[in-house]
């Protein structure tokens, strides 16, 4: 069982960066694929990035392709998200889940995933 603690969260300026940062303190990291997902007030959770277990296919939802980077170091048991380029509409606590998925798999959907961190918040300013 996968659990995960996310850090890096904050605010920060319209146009300017942060690093969001996942580390699965349980034993399956190597094992699973890793999501971010992430949910503003009053809106449903949604999909931001994914990876496969082995760092060798990325996804990304259409808002966040070419602005967000996702990786993952199966050595240091962590996944992270580069986000540059934010928006206010960017503004969320974000979320990341571990899950066995694999080719074929549907990384998008969250019920895909096992394991969820206590979320990070994002707050861009305009």
């Known amino acids: 069982q996968a659990q995960l603690v996310e850090s890096g969260g904050g605010l920060v300026q319209a146009g300017g960066s942060l690093s969001l940062s996942c580390v699965d303190s349980?034993?399956?990291?190597?094992?699973?694929?890793m999501g971010w997902f992430r949910q503003a007030p009053g809106k449903e959770r949604e999909f931001v990035a994914a990876?496969?277990?082995?760092?060798?296919?990325?996804y990304y939802t259409d808002s966040t392709k070419g602005r967000f980077t996702i990786s993952r170091d199966n050595a240091k048991i962590t996944a992270y998200l580069q986000m540059n380029g934010l928006k206010p509409e960017d503004t969320a606590v974000y979320y990341c889940?571990?899950?066995?998925?694999?080719?074929?798999?549907?990384?998008?959907?969250?019920?895909?995933?096992?394991?969820w961190g206590q979320g990070t918040q994002v707050t861009v300013s305009s």
């Open positions: 349980g034993r399956t990291f190597s094992r699973y694929a």
């Open positions: 889940a571990a899950g066995a998925i694999y080719s074929g798999g549907s990384y998008s959907r969250p019920n895909a995933y096992t394991s």
């Open positions: 990876i496969s277990w082995s760092g060798g296919n990325t």
